[in-house]
């Protein structure tokens, strides 16, 4: 699923170290949910609020509507590593 990460980081003219820095995400999992191989409608629901946090956005402007809207219908399991938590609890 394509998402709009990179675009929305690079419009604020942050580096996806200060990304990562700002929402608590590794800067690996930044990198690899803006090249898509890693699905970022698979991160925990925590991690896609401190990205839209730190990005100053929305899921929508993420996702996109349609997307988003698919996502909370279907509730997917939702699971992304962020820096410092091992595997959750």
Known sequence: MENNLK??????????NELALLSSCS?????KYENGS???KKANFETIIKLCI???CN????FGKVAF???IKKGDSMACKTKGKG???
């Open 7 to 16: 675009r929305i980081r690079q419009k604020y003219g942050i580096t996806q």
């Open 27 to 31: 800067e690996v999992a930044i990198q």
């Open 38 to 40: 890693l699905d970022l």
């Open 54 to 56: 730190a990005l100053n």
């Open 59 to 62: 899921q929508e402007d993420l």
């Open 69 to 71: 809207n698919r996502l």
């Open 87 to 89: 595997k959750k609890k």
